[in-house]
């Protein structure tokens, strides 16, 4: 019996214009009559998906978020942070001090600010910016009011090519990283990733793997589909991440979250 379902966001829950359906919104609010546990699990920081807890009215239940790609964890009641794995002033120095000649920007996220290192802001910080309806501030690491839950290194496509090939292997080693889009690469605490997490809010929960569903589409979402019962993809999905799955799913564009949860948990398949 599935009592957690959990989804990721963009690509998954959100169609492509990064809007809840009112079909899948009805869904979350039918799981969540049949006491069944969500949990929003993205790369967003969490005020950058609060429109949708609220939209769900998940304050109101024991649902959880997973934000900054793995990085926190909260209980959306009074949004209580459970879990956390932050990124000093020493390993923002660090990751800087590799990429300092690629003409390239290093942008911090945390769960309530977007932070530019630099005065000048790239094109791909501003495009998140919009996304996520939040403001980009621009300071030092060592003035930031939040603390930061990943580093992005952001700029077009050649760009960002060429700033990977000048990390060493001990960043890879020692950080959790992963490249959802072309024109950005996510650096996090190794403890960070949404696979940690879930195993987290798992035993938070003193729940079973088969206990569990989750749902997504991209790259920073199979190690926490691999830790799920049930994993579904996307139809969207690339091939790698549908290999992982026990399901597939019709795409974010046709609802494809609703048409899994329908079949799956409630036997009832829709066309």
């Known amino acids: 019996m599935i009592k957690l379902v959990v989804t990721d966001l963009d690509g998954t829950l959100l169609n492509n214009q990064r809007e809840l359906s009112n079909v899948n ?11 069944i546990t ?26 959880y978020s997973i934000t900054n790609t793995g990085a926190s964890v909260y209980s959306n009641k009074k949004f209580q942070l459970l ?13 800087l001090n590799h990429i300092k000649e690629n003409d ?10 977007l932070y530019s290192f630099s005065e000048k802001i790239n094109s791909a910080l501003i495009h998140d ?18 603390p930061v839950c990943r580093l992005n290194i952001m700029g077009d496509k050649k760009e960002i090519d060429q700033a990977i090939e000048c990390l060493p292997q ?51 979402d199979v190690d926490m ?29 046709n609802d494809g979250f609703t048409k899994a949860i329908e079949d799956i948990i409630f036997n009832s398949p829709r066309k």
Do not use: W
Request: proline share 2%; glycine share 6%.
């Open 25 to 35: 919104e009805n869904t979350i609010r039918k799981l969540l009559q049949e006491n």
């Open 38 to 63: 969500i949990c929003f699990a993205t790369g967003r920081p969490l005020q950058g998906i609060t429109k949708f807890i609220d939209a769900c009215e998940l304050t109101n239940f024991d649902s």
């Open 83 to 95: 879990s956390s794995n932050y990124l000093n002033e020493k390993e923002y120095n660090t990751i």
């Open 104 to 113: 390239i920007q290093l942008a911090g996220y945390s769960d309530f600010d």
């Open 129 to 146: 910016s919009k996304i996520l309806s939040m403001p980009i501030t621009t300071t030092t690491f060592a003035s930031i009011k939040n």
């Open 170 to 220: 001990d960043i890879f080693d020692n950080y959790y990283t992963v490249r959802n889009e072309t024109f950005s690469f996510e650096l996090l605490n190794k403890n960070s990733g949404k696979g940690n997490a879930i195993k987290y809010l798992m035993n938070y929960l003193g729940l079973k793997k088969e206990e569990v569903l989750v749902v997504g589409d991209n790259f920073n």
């Open 225 to 253: 589909l691999v830790e799920a019962g049930i994993s579904v993809a996307m139809g969207q999905s690339h091939p790698d991440i549908k290999k992982v799955c026990t399901y597939i799913t019709d795409t974010n564009e």
